[in-house]
């Protein structure tokens, strides 16, 4: 995501016209995530920093007059993998990475008939993670384990009831 987020900014996306005004402002929020990544890429900036650091980095002066959009990193990332990195560094990218894959790995196990709804529901949760809010918000959190009851009470009222143990 961190390359995805520098290219985005650099091919200009976040003054196309086709874009609508808060992908845009994403695009400048996540170019402006992942340069301050940059600066500390190993261990990060400390979780739940991005709430502290935002507003101070919004307040100071806008870097490319030109850019209607322009501004520095906002206090929610809208983006939990771009946030993971800025906050936890490389390190805490890599544990959530295995926090990905150790759930793909866990739906593998799952009855063949419920797979399709378990992988759907984790990719509509990664596309959430990837566009909206800040990672820490307790609702955002809940939001995700919400996800994975509702998985597990549609999958216990199927046909095959494969799901005990999501």
């Known amino acids: 995501m961190l390359p995805a987020a520098l290219l985005a900014h650099r091919l200009d996306l ?3 016209p086709w ?3 808060t992908a845009q402002a994403r695009i400048v929020i996540w170019n402006s995530t992942a340069e301050e990544a940059l600066k500390s890429p190993l261990l990060g900036i400390g979780a739940n920093m991005t709430y ?3 507003p101070e980095m919004a307040s100071s002066p806008t870097p490319d007059p030109r850019d209607s959009n322009s ?3 906002s206090r929610h990332a809208h983006n939990v993998f771009l946030q993971t990195w800025l906050e936890l560094g490389l390190v805490g990218a890599m544990l959530l990475t295995m926090l990905g894959l150790s ?3 866990a739906i593998k196990t799952l009855d063949r008939s419920h797979q399709p ?3 759907a529901t984790f990719a509509s949760a990664a596309v959430i993670a990837s566009a909206s809010y800040g990672m820490w918000q307790t609702w955002f ?3 995700f384990a919400y996800c994975v009851v509702l998985l597990a009470l549609g999958c216990s009222v199927s046909p095959g009831n494969g799901c005990q143990h999501v």
């Open 117 to 119: 709804y378990a992988y």
């Open 71 to 73: 501004r520095h990193l």
């Open 14 to 16: 976040q003054n196309a």
């Open 52 to 54: 502290v650091q935002g």
């Open 103 to 105: 759930i793909v790995n």
């Open 19 to 21: 874009l609508q005004s």
């Open 141 to 143: 959190m809940a939001m």
